[in-house]
Protein backbone atom coordinates (compact mmCIF):
# COMPACT_ATOMS: atom_id res chain seq x y z
CA UNK A 1 0.00 0.00 0.00
CA UNK A 2 3.12 2.35 0.29
CA UNK A 3 6.01 2.46 -2.71
CA UNK A 4 7.95 3.81 0.39
CA UNK A 5 7.87 0.56 1.87
CA UNK A 6 6.84 -2.41 -1.16
CA UNK A 7 9.12 -1.98 -4.02
CA UNK A 8 9.45 -4.44 -6.57
CA UNK A 9 13.14 -5.66 -6.79
CA UNK A 10 14.68 -3.99 -9.91
CA UNK A 11 15.82 -7.66 -10.68
CA UNK A 12 12.19 -8.88 -11.38
CA UNK A 13 10.96 -6.04 -12.78
CA UNK A 14 11.04 -7.48 -16.84
CA UNK A 15 8.74 -10.09 -15.29
CA UNK A 16 5.76 -8.04 -13.46
CA UNK A 17 2.64 -7.91 -15.46
CA UNK A 18 2.06 -5.36 -17.58
CA UNK A 19 -0.99 -3.93 -15.44
CA UNK A 20 1.65 -3.62 -12.60
CA UNK A 21 4.32 -1.51 -14.92
CA UNK A 22 1.49 0.73 -16.30
CA UNK A 23 0.38 1.53 -12.84
CA UNK A 24 3.34 2.61 -11.38
CA UNK A 25 4.91 3.76 -15.18
CA UNK A 26 1.45 5.41 -16.11
CA UNK A 27 -0.84 5.42 -14.17
CA UNK A 28 -1.64 7.09 -10.71
CA UNK A 29 0.85 5.49 -8.07
CA UNK A 30 3.31 8.50 -6.97
CA UNK A 31 1.60 10.75 -8.84
CA UNK A 32 -1.43 13.11 -8.96
CA UNK A 33 -3.83 12.22 -12.04
CA UNK A 34 -5.83 15.11 -13.52
CA UNK A 35 -8.97 14.60 -14.79
CA UNK A 36 -7.61 15.85 -18.32
CA UNK A 37 -5.76 12.65 -18.45
CA UNK A 38 -8.59 10.48 -18.52
CA UNK A 39 -8.17 7.56 -21.14
CA UNK A 40 -4.74 8.45 -21.92
CA UNK A 41 -3.30 7.11 -18.66
CA UNK A 42 -4.00 3.71 -16.96
CA UNK A 43 -6.81 4.17 -14.20
CA UNK A 44 -7.02 2.29 -11.23
CA UNK A 45 -10.44 1.06 -12.92
CA UNK A 46 -10.64 -0.21 -16.00
CA UNK A 47 -13.21 -2.84 -15.95
CA UNK A 48 -16.37 -3.61 -13.90
CA UNK A 49 -19.47 -5.89 -13.90
CA UNK A 50 -21.89 -3.15 -13.51
CA UNK A 51 -25.18 -2.47 -15.49
CA UNK A 52 -25.17 -0.76 -18.99
CA UNK A 53 -25.23 2.87 -18.28
CA UNK A 54 -25.05 2.68 -14.42
CA UNK A 55 -24.90 6.03 -13.03
CA UNK A 56 -22.68 4.63 -9.84
CA UNK A 57 -20.15 3.22 -12.09
CA UNK A 58 -19.36 6.59 -13.50
CA UNK A 59 -19.11 7.98 -10.28
CA UNK A 60 -16.82 5.47 -8.81
CA UNK A 61 -14.80 6.30 -12.17
CA UNK A 62 -14.48 10.30 -11.07
CA UNK A 63 -14.08 9.20 -7.72
CA UNK A 64 -10.83 7.23 -7.80
CA UNK A 65 -8.93 9.71 -10.32
CA UNK A 66 -9.69 12.02 -7.55
CA UNK A 67 -7.77 10.30 -4.70
CA UNK A 68 -4.63 12.26 -4.32
CA UNK A 69 -2.50 9.13 -3.19
CA UNK A 70 -4.09 6.24 -4.07
CA UNK A 71 -1.09 4.35 -2.97
CA UNK A 72 -1.66 5.48 0.42
CA UNK A 73 -5.27 5.16 0.66
CA UNK A 74 -7.64 2.61 1.65
CA UNK A 75 -11.16 2.20 0.74
CA UNK A 76 -13.90 0.71 3.05
CA UNK A 77 -16.96 -0.75 1.94
CA UNK A 78 -19.85 -3.11 2.24
CA UNK A 79 -22.62 -5.12 0.08
CA UNK A 80 -24.08 -3.42 -1.94
CA UNK A 81 -23.74 -2.72 -6.23
CA UNK A 82 -20.56 -0.55 -5.45
CA UNK A 83 -18.67 -2.73 -3.82
CA UNK A 84 -18.53 -5.17 -7.46
CA UNK A 85 -16.33 -2.44 -8.94
CA UNK A 86 -14.42 -1.22 -5.80
CA UNK A 87 -13.19 -4.49 -5.00
CA UNK A 88 -11.69 -4.67 -8.85
CA UNK A 89 -9.59 -1.36 -8.47
CA UNK A 90 -6.27 -1.59 -7.66
CA UNK A 91 -6.26 -0.20 -4.71
CA UNK A 92 -6.89 -1.94 -1.24
CA UNK A 93 -10.82 -2.39 -0.29
CA UNK A 94 -11.97 -3.75 2.86
CA UNK A 95 -15.35 -5.86 3.18
CA UNK A 96 -16.98 -4.80 6.09
CA UNK A 97 -20.35 -6.21 7.32
CA UNK A 98 -23.28 -4.39 6.07
CA UNK A 99 -23.53 -2.48 9.61
CA UNK A 100 -19.94 -1.77 10.37
CA UNK A 101 -18.18 0.32 7.64
CA UNK A 102 -17.22 3.56 9.87
CA UNK A 103 -16.45 0.97 12.76
CA UNK A 104 -14.00 -0.64 10.65
CA UNK A 105 -12.97 2.48 8.88
CA UNK A 106 -11.92 4.02 12.69
CA UNK A 107 -9.82 1.01 13.34
CA UNK A 108 -7.97 0.73 10.25
CA UNK A 109 -6.98 4.79 10.06
CA UNK A 110 -6.05 4.74 13.81
CA UNK A 111 -3.95 1.92 12.80
CA UNK A 112 -2.62 3.15 10.17
CA UNK A 113 -1.80 6.20 11.84
CA UNK A 114 0.15 4.05 14.33
CA UNK A 115 1.89 2.24 12.18
CA UNK A 116 2.94 5.36 9.59
CA UNK A 117 3.18 8.65 12.07
CA UNK A 118 5.33 10.46 9.07
CA UNK A 119 3.29 9.30 6.09
CA UNK A 120 -0.52 10.36 5.39
CA UNK A 121 -2.58 7.29 5.19
CA UNK A 122 -6.24 7.78 3.60
CA UNK A 123 -9.01 6.32 4.65
CA UNK A 124 -12.63 6.25 1.97
CA UNK A 125 -15.92 4.82 2.94
CA UNK A 126 -18.03 4.48 0.20
CA UNK A 127 -21.44 2.46 0.44
CA UNK A 128 -24.82 2.67 -0.63
CA UNK A 129 -27.63 4.62 1.03
CA UNK A 130 -28.73 0.86 2.72
CA UNK A 131 -25.32 0.81 4.03
CA UNK A 132 -25.04 4.31 5.44
CA UNK A 133 -28.26 5.55 6.06
CA UNK A 134 -30.03 2.59 7.04
CA UNK A 135 -28.64 -0.39 8.58
CA UNK A 136 -24.73 1.58 9.57
CA UNK A 137 -26.53 4.50 10.54
CA UNK A 138 -25.44 4.19 14.24
CA UNK A 139 -21.81 3.61 12.98
CA UNK A 140 -21.48 6.96 10.61
CA UNK A 141 -23.18 8.87 13.24
CA UNK A 142 -20.80 7.90 16.22
CA UNK A 143 -17.75 8.15 13.68
CA UNK A 144 -18.83 11.70 13.43
CA UNK A 145 -19.44 12.55 16.45
CA UNK A 146 -15.45 11.35 17.46
CA UNK A 147 -14.47 13.11 14.96
CA UNK A 148 -12.77 10.54 13.02
CA UNK A 149 -10.67 11.77 10.23
CA UNK A 150 -11.83 10.15 7.46
CA UNK A 151 -14.09 10.54 4.78
CA UNK A 152 -17.42 8.82 3.71
CA UNK A 153 -19.03 9.11 0.58
CA UNK A 154 -22.44 7.94 -0.01
CA UNK A 155 -23.49 6.29 -3.35
CA UNK A 156 -27.33 7.41 -3.00
CA UNK A 157 -29.44 5.59 -5.98
CA UNK A 158 -32.05 5.90 -3.22
CA UNK A 159 -33.45 2.34 -3.48
CA UNK A 160 -31.71 -1.06 -2.52
CA UNK A 161 -30.34 -1.85 -5.88
CA UNK A 162 -28.40 -4.96 -5.46
CA UNK A 163 -30.93 -6.78 -3.20
CA UNK A 164 -34.19 -6.17 -5.53
CA UNK A 165 -35.63 -2.97 -4.81
CA UNK A 166 -36.91 -2.56 -1.57
CA UNK A 167 -36.98 1.09 -0.61
CA UNK A 168 -34.42 2.65 1.70
CA UNK A 169 -34.09 5.27 4.15
CA UNK A 170 -32.60 7.74 1.42
CA UNK A 171 -35.90 6.64 -1.25
CA UNK A 172 -38.18 9.77 -1.58
CA UNK A 173 -41.83 9.85 -0.40
CA UNK A 174 -44.16 8.34 -2.54
CA UNK A 175 -41.94 5.89 -4.49
CA UNK A 176 -43.11 2.84 -5.87
CA UNK A 177 -40.28 0.66 -6.34
CA UNK A 178 -40.50 -3.42 -6.62
CA UNK A 179 -40.84 -4.49 -2.93
CA UNK A 180 -42.72 -1.21 -2.16
CA UNK A 181 -45.71 -1.26 -4.16
CA UNK A 182 -48.05 0.96 -2.77
CA UNK A 183 -45.48 3.98 -2.05
CA UNK A 184 -42.65 4.58 0.61
CA UNK A 185 -44.77 5.93 3.69
CA UNK A 186 -42.11 8.49 5.14
CA UNK A 187 -39.90 11.02 3.84
CA UNK A 188 -36.23 10.58 2.74
CA UNK A 189 -33.86 11.13 5.73
CA UNK A 190 -32.13 13.94 5.74
CA UNK A 191 -28.14 13.12 5.51
CA UNK A 192 -27.25 16.54 5.54
CA UNK A 193 -28.84 18.58 8.41
CA UNK A 194 -27.54 15.21 10.58
CA UNK A 195 -23.92 15.89 8.87
CA UNK A 196 -24.30 19.83 10.28
CA UNK A 197 -25.62 18.67 13.88
CA UNK A 198 -22.24 16.41 14.00
CA UNK A 199 -19.99 18.73 13.25
CA UNK A 200 -19.01 17.28 10.39
CA UNK A 201 -15.67 19.23 8.79
CA UNK A 202 -16.62 18.98 5.03
CA UNK A 203 -20.22 18.68 3.95
CA UNK A 204 -21.09 17.99 -0.22
CA UNK A 205 -23.87 17.12 -2.40
CA UNK A 206 -24.15 16.51 -6.21
CA UNK A 207 -24.64 14.48 -9.24
CA UNK A 208 -22.98 13.20 -12.09
CA UNK A 209 -23.78 15.93 -14.27
CA UNK A 210 -20.02 17.28 -13.94
CA UNK A 211 -17.12 15.20 -13.47
CA UNK A 212 -14.62 18.51 -12.81
CA UNK A 213 -17.02 19.00 -10.04
CA UNK A 214 -16.92 15.44 -9.20
CA UNK A 215 -12.82 15.47 -8.84
CA UNK A 216 -12.55 18.44 -6.87
CA UNK A 217 -15.14 17.53 -4.57
CA UNK A 218 -13.81 14.74 -3.27
CA UNK A 219 -10.17 15.48 -3.33
CA UNK A 220 -11.34 18.33 -0.96
CA UNK A 221 -12.95 15.61 1.45
CA UNK A 222 -10.27 13.39 1.33
CA UNK A 223 -7.79 16.33 1.77
CA UNK A 224 -9.88 17.94 4.40
CA UNK A 225 -10.41 14.29 6.68
CA UNK A 226 -6.52 14.00 6.76
CA UNK A 227 -6.26 16.82 9.12
CA UNK A 228 -9.53 18.52 10.18
CA UNK A 229 -12.04 15.86 10.58
CA UNK A 230 -14.59 13.56 9.45
CA UNK A 231 -15.92 14.40 6.10
CA UNK A 232 -18.92 13.34 3.89
CA UNK A 233 -20.32 13.79 0.01
CA UNK A 234 -23.64 12.71 -0.62
CA UNK A 235 -23.80 11.65 -4.18
CA UNK A 236 -27.25 10.79 -6.82
CA UNK A 237 -26.09 7.84 -8.66
CA UNK A 238 -29.69 6.81 -9.75
CA UNK A 239 -30.25 2.93 -10.28
CA UNK A 240 -31.27 2.59 -13.66
CA UNK A 241 -32.65 -0.49 -13.48
CA UNK A 242 -34.99 -0.28 -10.33
CA UNK A 243 -36.44 2.87 -11.45
CA UNK A 244 -36.57 1.60 -15.22
CA UNK A 245 -33.62 4.86 -16.83
CA UNK A 246 -32.92 3.93 -20.27
CA UNK A 247 -29.10 3.83 -20.25
CA UNK A 248 -28.70 6.43 -22.42
CA UNK A 249 -31.23 8.73 -20.69
CA UNK A 250 -29.37 8.30 -17.39
CA UNK A 251 -27.24 11.35 -17.57
CA UNK A 252 -30.81 13.32 -18.55
CA UNK A 253 -32.12 11.95 -15.58
CA UNK A 254 -29.45 13.12 -13.31
CA UNK A 255 -29.80 16.86 -15.10
CA UNK A 256 -33.49 16.78 -14.07
CA UNK A 257 -32.63 15.79 -10.57
CA UNK A 258 -30.10 18.18 -9.99
CA UNK A 259 -32.38 21.19 -11.46
CA UNK A 260 -35.39 19.97 -9.14
CA UNK A 261 -34.50 18.53 -5.65
CA UNK A 262 -30.75 17.38 -5.60
CA UNK A 263 -28.73 21.08 -6.72
CA UNK A 264 -24.72 21.08 -5.63
CA UNK A 265 -24.26 21.85 -1.69
CA UNK A 266 -20.91 22.63 -0.13
CA UNK A 267 -20.42 23.51 3.13
CA UNK A 268 -17.17 23.20 5.09
CA UNK A 269 -15.82 24.76 8.88
CA UNK A 270 -13.36 27.77 8.93
CA UNK A 271 -10.93 25.51 9.89
CA UNK A 272 -10.95 22.95 7.09
CA UNK A 273 -11.41 26.20 4.28
CA UNK A 274 -7.83 27.39 5.70
CA UNK A 275 -6.45 24.25 5.92
CA UNK A 276 -7.16 23.64 2.11
CA UNK A 277 -5.90 27.31 1.01
CA UNK A 278 -2.95 27.19 2.78
CA UNK A 279 -1.86 23.64 2.64
CA UNK A 280 -3.24 22.96 -0.65
CA UNK A 281 -3.79 26.28 -2.74
CA UNK A 282 -7.63 25.01 -3.33
CA UNK A 283 -10.15 27.10 -2.74
Not at 13 to 41: A, R
Not at 135 to 164: C, P
Amino acid sequence: MSLKTINCSPVFMPYMPKEYLDLINKGPFGKEMKLSQVGSVKELLEEHPMCEGCAMAYFIRMTLIAIPTPEHSVIVGTAGCGRLSLSQAAIPFVYGNYCDTNGVATGIKRGLALRFPEQHKDVIVMAGDGGLADIGFSQVMHSWFRKEKFATIMLDNEVYGNTGGQESGMTRKGEVVKMAPVGKQFEKIDMLSLARASGVAYIARLTITNPARIVNTIRKAILVAREIGPTYVQAYTSCNIEYTIPPEKVMDDARRVEQERYSFVEEMSDAAREYLEKVHNIK
